[in-house]
């Protein structure tokens, strides 16, 4: 059924404002980011680049930058492979055992995450993992697992089986299958997996408190201890750039998926 342009209109001034309501308190952080004043105020009074030049060129927050890229970018890539793999794992399961499989690979994304920063860190204490690179990334991954194995299963559900079939009639083995017919199908879901698990890592600040240290911080961890120790406006950059940063990633990879879409038969 055709929709008429008068409720086109309407709904479209509706997304325009839910969308005005989401990201209204996020922009509120970028005139802040240029405060003149060593405090964080809005209205901003004055106009100064130094907040910017604080974050590049304090160590702290460098650092912890660049900790938080590693550890993401390592999170990122162990969850999509682990997470594709279970994904497949379950379509190919009774209907049965892959529920209840599923619901608890899922757990982590319903369980407060105090609750599972307590587990984590009491099992990081007996085995030395508290403060280190490892220990980071394995806890992320398990918070970041449950949106790749979404995203991969959501494009699994619409994947016709069919074409593996067809390959495997015509002398495919399962490897060149997997390869030529299915991973090109399901990319786009691994992608968007890959993107959710990196964001849900650079992110993380629950569990990261409980198993930082003093020499391995995260750039979550960092905000958090200037926001309770002295309110420094660099918070306030820190979130423009990352803004800024997560903007173009998510519109790229949009447009990405948009072109792709468009480009099949």
């Not at 559900?157 to 593996?164: G, P, Q, S, T």
């Not at 990261?208 to 201890?225: A, E, G, H, R």
Request: aromatic letters at 10%; one cysteine or more.
């Amino acid at each position: 059924m055709e929709m008429k342009p008068l409720t086109r209109v309407i709904l479209g001034l509706v997304c325009l404002l839910v969308a005005i309501w989401l990201v209204a308190p996020t922009l509120v952080v970028v005139p802040m980011s240029f405060n003149e004043n060593k405090s964080l105020a809005f209205p901003p009074q004055g106009f100064s680049w130094q907040w910017y030049q604080n974050f590049f060129t304090n160590p702290d927050w460098s650092s912890s930058f660049l900790n938080s890229l590693k550890v993401a970018s390592v999170v990122a890539v162990l969850a999509t492979v682990l997470g594709t793999l279970a994904a497949f794992g379950l379509d190919r399961m009774k209907a049965g055992p892959a529920t209840l499989l599923r619901m608890l690979m899922l757990t982590p994304m319903v369980v407060p995450g105090v609750v599972l920063a307590i587990g984590i860190y009491a099992v990081y204490l007996d085995t030395h993992l508290v403060g280190t690179l490892l220990g980071f990334v394995l806890a992320h991954t398990v918070l970041a697992l449950p949106f790749v194995l979404i995203a991969v299963s959501a494009s699994l559900e619409v994947f016709d089986r069919r074409l593996e079939t067809a390959a495997a009639s015509l002398g495919a083995g399962a490897l060149t299958t997997f390869r030529t017919v299915t991973l090109p199908l399901i990319l786009p879901g691994m992608l968007s997996g890959l993107l959710f698990a990196f964001a849900t890592s650079f992110d993380e600040i629950v569990v990261s408190l409980f198993i930082t240290n003093p020499y391995l911080k995260t750039l979550p961890v960092q905000i958090f201890s200037s926001i309770t120790r002295d309110a420094d406006p660099t918070v306030a950059a820190v979130g423009t750039i990352l803004l800024l940063a997560t903007t173009i990633l998510i519109g790229g990879g949009m447009l990405l998926l948009g072109h792709e879409r468009k480009g099949r038969p």
